[in-house]
């Protein structure tokens, strides 16, 4: 029995979209991704800061 109700689950996991976004969210990963999101902003404004330094050390 436990065989078969894995089976149907990762089935449902594989082919409905929604029925895998409410299990994330059960799991709570939609708060890991929206996280995920800040960080990736945070990283790519450090980047753009970076190239803007690098191009002032290099006019010197």
Known sequence: MVAV??????????????????VAGYLGLSEILKRLEEHDKKFNEIVEELKAIHKRVRVW
Do not use: T
């Open 5 to 22: 109700l894995k089976k149907e689950f990762l089935e449902l996991l594989e082919s409905d979209k929604e029925f895998r976004y409410a």
